[in-house]
């Protein structure tokens, strides 16, 4: 083989699927057909989840400090403050992230390149995939003017993926009647405050987002109706200024600008034989929440440790079943969900724009007075919710904690977060562990870590004395109220996972039968 794993696309998704497969000895081919990475994005929106994931690799405080915490929401209609939501306080005590962070797609790709060279993996620029077929065990991929053989192809190039493509998998869904606007600004006004603001009347939408720096902001609209039915070269003279210039937005300058079509899709299949399909590749829905970029970061670090641990020898090559029926169930419900919410914003039509404008605001005002309703806010738009309890990796539970969920956040100096930047099993107990149960994680490879019982532990829902075996992305995999070495024992026999030190070196690579 050339690789082990050929990763088609060097944006967020495919850059951290590099990165947390190069962390664990795996080491990548990652390729992309532009020259260079992007210099301008739509998405902007880090959510609390891929904060987490990126403390397992050793750099959310560094994201962070580039970044921009925007602790505040705020919803308008017809120029009128509708609701407003402390987003800081939505998180606390639910995660070492409680907030949202803007930090634009283009400088964190740049960011991400920069942490994959370190670990002496570059992106292939300028070299192109255009087919591959599966042979003997192994991909052979046909690069523009050279092949490439790979153990397994991972497909994150985006929204008309090539991967996707040639594997004739189907990406049913639609695309929204607006054209949409994102423009990179200097303004000022009243709103340029460091929140987000999203405003919406009879006939227009648009969303301000902060950026770092003075007078810095995303703007997102809707381009006049009469603008593109005319076919005119598309500006930010087609804009529909009405709505900011009634918030008393002053654009001063335009640095980018460009339109684009609203689209939610999700592919029939995330995975056929060798070949995945991540990020845009297998869905795609609107900006509703900020969600794209963090999902498709969330398909890398499930699909990664699963390719590690076939190759490595560490699971049986079916862990890779997992894959698909995790992401994907998650992804429909997220597609479905925004594109209610995104038909609401924009519908056209007398009745839906009463609805939107005079009914809507005063039920989203009342709804999120209530504690309960912004618990639930906070826990689904940072993706801090994502279960896999349907998984055949899930078995258990303890407390409230069930097999599949994420690991909850207990807030302690150290925190029981702070061992999964091991990337690996591990068994976490919350009051005191018995002898058997260390006997059996050290005969097995398995790292134990005992933590004091607290009021947090019970507050995040786990069980005093319980064991929770952890999975490498922080999800549990096995719950279990009794601590039974005996259950551990049987869990891992029967899902074939073993934690003996395996070869790491790509020579030695072992490459599962399928």
Not at 77 to 94: F, S
Not at 156 to 161: I, K, L, P, Q, T
Request: hydrophobic letters at 40%.
């Amino acid at each position: 083989m050339d690789t082990e794993v050929l990763i088609v696309g060097a944006g967020p998704t495919g850059l951290v699927l590099a990165l947390w497969l190069a962390r664990l000895g795996i080491r990548p081919r990652i390729i992309d057909k532009t020259a260079e990475s992007g210099t301008t994005s739509r998405a902007l929106a880090l959510q609390a989840r891929t904060l987490e994931l990126y403390r397992q690799l050793g750099f959310a405080d560094e994201v962070v400090e580039a970044g921009l915490v925007f602790s505040a929401a705020n919803l308008w209609a017809r120029a009128r403050k509708a609701a407003h939501v402390e987003l800081g306080k939505l998180g606390v005590g639910r995660s070492p992230y409680p907030y949202g962070l803007i930090y634009p797609q283009d400088e964190h790709e740049r960011f991400l390149i920069e942490r994959l060279e370190e670990l002496d993996v570059r992106v292939e620029r300028k070299t192109e995939l255009l087919d591959f077929e599966e042979a003997g065990g192994r991909i052979v991929a046909h690069l523009r003017g050279s092949t490439c053989e790979a153990a397994f192809l991972a497909g994150c190039d985006g929204a008309r993926s090539t991967v996707r493509e040639k594997l004739g998998i189907s990406y049913p869904g639609g695309t929204y009647e607006h054209l949409f606007y994102v423009a990179d600004v200097e303004a000022s006004g009243p709103l340029m405050d460091r929140e987000l603001h999203v405003s919406i009347d009879e006939s227009d939408f648009a969303a301000i987002f902060p950026l770092k720096g003075e007078g810095r902001a995303r703007l997102i609209g809707t381009i006049r109706p009469e603008a593109e039915e005319e076919g005119e070269k598309l500006g930010w003279d087609e804009v529909s200024k009405g709505l900011l210039q009634r918030l008393r937005i002053d654009v001063r300058r335009v640095n980018w600008f460009s339109t684009y079509h609203v689209h939610h899709r999700v592919a029939a299949r995330f995975r056929q034989g060798r070949a995945f399909l991540l990020g845009d590749a297998a869905h795609i829905h609107s900006p509703v929440g900020g969600q794209g970029m963090n999902t498709g970061i969330g398909d890398a670090v499930n699909l990664a440790w699963k390719l590690a641990a076939a190759l490595r020898g560490r699971a049986p090559a079916h862990v890779l079943d997992s894959y698909e029926p995790e992401r994907i169930r998650f992804a429909r419900r997220l597609v479905a969900t925004t594109d209610r919410v995104f038909q609401y914003v924009t519908r056209s039509g007398r009745l839906a724009a009463r609805v939107r404008v005079n009914l809507a605001p005063r039920v989203i005002a009342a709804a999120f007075r209530l504690p309960a309703v912004r618990r639930f806010m906070f826990r689904t738009v940072s993706q801090t919710a994502i279960e896999y309890r349907g998984s055949f990796l899930s078995e258990g539970h303890a407390g409230r904690i069930r097999g599949g969920d994420r690991l909850p956040w207990v807030e302690a100096e150290p925190d029981n977060f702070a061992p999964l930047g091991s990337l690996d099993w591990q068994v976490h107990v919350h009051g005191a562990a018995t002898r058997g149960l260390a006997v059996t994680c050290a005969a097995r490879g398995l790292r134990l870590h005992v933590f004091p019982w607290s009021e947090s532990a019970a507050r995040a829902g786990l069980a005093r004395d319980a064991s929770y075996l952890i999975r490498p992305d922080g999800h549990v995999a096995l719950a279990d109220p009794l601590h039974s070495p005996a259950r551990l024992e049987r869990y891992l026999e029967t899902r074939g996972l073993r934690f003996v030190a395996q070869p790491t070196e790509a020579s030695e690579a072992f490459v599962p039968q399928m």
